[in-house]
């Protein structure tokens, strides 16, 4: 078992299921195509959502949110979605996932156990959630098994189905954001020593602690986001601004002059970045389970998400955690021309980390 096991799934199976990537203030689609060596990018489109559709993951007008879902799809980029299948992401910030220890034993016993360890560490009353679980394989021997335990609420999960099915489409999977972030930016679904993900995205930040053949480690807030930045900036320099605007700024605490006011409004954001970052790495290294593979301390750290594009973030952070910082690259394991990326312009490609990833993971469905 791997990355693509941590799923909430129905009964269903089609080959062709497209990606479908929801949030606050966006709807991203994307369908790709395998080929025996490669792929091909068959259809994309971002749409964005009024606000006051979703908030903070859940849903509160269902009927316009349905319609621009159906405009999203019917309106895509390169060849029209054929199949009504898809791979439906879930707000991180409701979802739970934790790395539990257990004895050796057998698949059967497994089950049995997880019941028990899942109500001693889920915060939620398991009726109320929909609970998937993953054995972590070891590349050398142990005297243990590392399950990876996930939920979601239950309301929360039944509500999107609902709005989904009002759409004509059906959800075959349901998956966590940062089960799919992870898939689109580490190669091979495998990491030597841990890395940490930051996804930088309108309205909150997501940070994903990744090792050996898992997901160690997940949190999100939303005092550090694409907006607060924006807002900040805009304020300093008294303008309204736009999310894509973002890649039009640059950090540099040297600056003087418009540069100089950019930097001064944005430090209250960076400070919050870079605490929020050393909390993970502490607890990390302090409470994470000693023995498994991959263990040590951070050697990477990969952004993407929209607040990936402020210029010069990632040495910032560098000079700040020295720790190597670098923009992700979510066709790592979608090989293309290393030149040319189809339709989604390369430079864009870190907003579409999440979508990518579940849309990998629907040319991976067998019927």
């Not at 930088?200 to 949190?219: C, E, K, Y």
């Not at 605490?253 to 409004?265: D, I, R, Y």
């Not at 390369?346 to 629907?362: F, I, K, M, Q």
Request: hydrophobic letters at 40%; a positive charge; glycine letters at 6%.
């Amino acid at each position: 078992m791997n990355l693509k096991d941590i799923i909430f799934s129905n009964i269903y199976r089609n080959p062709s299921a497209f990606g479908l990537d929801i949030s606050d203030f966006s709807i991203k689609v994307v369908q790709l195509e395998k080929r025996r060596r490669s792929f091909k990018l068959r259809s994309f489109n971002r749409l964005a959502i009024p606000e006051g559709l979703i908030e903070e993951g859940v849903i509160k007008k269902e009927k316009e949110l349905t319609k621009i879902l159906k405009k999203a799809i019917s309106e895509v980029k390169g060849e029209p979605i054929k199949t009504p299948y898809a791979i439906c992401s879930l707000p991180e910030q409701h979802a739970f996932i934790k790395i539990i220890q257990l004895p050796l034993m057998n698949l059967e016993e497994v089950r049995k156990a997880i019941k028990w360890e899942a109500e001693a560490n889920i915060p939620f009353p398991l009726d109320e959630v929909y609970l998937s679980w993953q054995i972590i394989p070891s590349e050398k021997p142990s005297d243990h098994l590392d399950v990876l335990i996930n939920a979601a609420p239950r309301n929360l999960v039944d509500n999107y189905l609902n709005m989904l099915r009002g759409a004509d489409i059906e959800p075959i999977v349901f998956e966590i954001e940062s089960v799919a972030t992870a898939r689109a930016l580490i190669q091979k679904e495998y990491a030597s020593k841990p890395v940490l993900i930051i996804d930088l995205g309108f309205n909150r930040t997501s940070f994903i602690i990744f090792a050996g053949n898992s997901i160690r480690f997940t949190s999100s807030i939303s005092t550090v986001s694409n907006k607060e930045m924006l807002d900040a900036i805009g304020k300093k320099l008294n303008k309204t601004l736009k999310e894509p605007q973002l890649s039009k700024f640059r950090i540099d605490s040297e600056k003087t002059g418009e540069e100089g006011k950019v930097f001064n409004a944005l430090l209250p954001c960076l400070t919050k970045l870079i605490g929020k970052i050393k909390d993970c790495i502490v607890f990390h290294e302090e409470y994470n389970q000693p023995d498994y593979e991959g263990k040590g301390k951070i050697c990477e750290i990969i952004i993407c998400g929209g607040g990936a594009h402020l210029k010069g973030l990632d040495q910032y952070l560098f000079s700040h955690l020295k720790i190597p910082v670098k923009l992700g690259n979510p066709w790592v394991n979608i090989p293309y021309s290393k030149h040319k990326i189809p339709g989604i312009p390369y430079d864009e490609s870190p907003d579409y980390a999440t979508v990518l990833g579940l849309a990998l993971r629907g040319t991976e469905i067998k019927c």
